[in-house]
């Protein structure tokens, strides 16, 4: 007789656990049907989406058209001459000539070189100080200047607005609205910095014989830092037209 209870036992058990997994695979093709099946696709679709946003912000197939001024920075190394652009970059181009009218760049210095990366980069006024480890945090006293992009290539000789990176609490949309003052001219073709940062000039004289004169000047290891300073001496704004003659990037 026990031997029979505990037959028919364990078949009673048996039944309800073919019962209970039959009604967790039927659940299991419910929830499938319902959600689709598009968990994957979702995800994709909300990156195309993203990234379709952030395109829809650039400007796009607008032929640069120069200010009537440029920007003319005397350094220790000779004049850079950078034509401005406007229509690419108003705000920017504005803050710049702010600033260069106001004396702010007088006495800063170019404090970053990266030849590998293809910059040099300059317009704290941090860099007036004699702290060389602040070099790079500072801003003018007015509000950053929101993105401005484009999709004018970075060639070299162009001029953009240096601004924060993505982290420490700040997400990569929030850093692409932080240009303030400083400014990087690129030494080569840079693709990474396509459409993610705000073009805003270029080098129309002043490349060859100046900037990458100072691209090569000695940095302190293991750092960008230059080994001596490089003094932006003298920030002024001429007429573009007492350098109609000015060459092309590379001159």
């Known amino acids: 007789m026990k031997l029979e209870r505990t037959y028919v036992s364990s078949n009673s058990v048996r039944a309800r656990l073919l019962v209970l997994m039959g009604i967790a695979v039927l659940t299991a093709m419910f929830i499938t049907a319902c959600s689709g099946g598009k968990k994957t696709g979702a995800s994709d679709s909300d990156v195309d989406d993203e990234n379709a946003a952030a395109d829809a912000n650039v400007k796009k197939g607008v032929k640069p058209e120069p200010d009537p001024q440029v920007a003319v920075l005397d350094t220790d190394f000779g004049r850079i001459v950078i034509e401005l652009y406007p229509n690419i970059a108003p705000e920017m181009v504005k803050r710049y000539k702010q600033l260069i009218q106001e004396g702010f760049y007088n006495g800063t210095t170019f ?141």
């Open 111 to 251: 404090h970053r070189i990266n030849p590998e990366l293809g910059i040099i980069q300059g317009g704290d006024p941090l860099s007036k100080d004699a702290d060389p480890r602040n070099d790079g945090s500072g801003n003018s006293p007015y509000p950053n200047v929101p993105a401005e992009f484009s999709d004018i290539p970075y060639d070299r000789g162009i001029v953009g607005a240096a601004r924060q990176g993505g982290g420490m609490g700040m997400s990569e949309d929030q850093a692409k609205n932080t240009a303030n003052c400083q400014f990087f001219i690129t030494l080569k073709r840079v693709p990474d910095f396509d459409k993610r940062y705000t073009v805003f000039g270029r080098v129309i004289q002043g490349m060859g014989d100046v900037s990458d004169i100072i691209a090569g000047a000695p940095t302190e290891a293991g750092s960008e830092r230059p080994a001596d300073n490089i003094v932006i001496k003298s920030a002024t704004l001429q007429s573009r037209s007492d350098f109609a003659n000015a060459a092309a990037p590379g001159k």
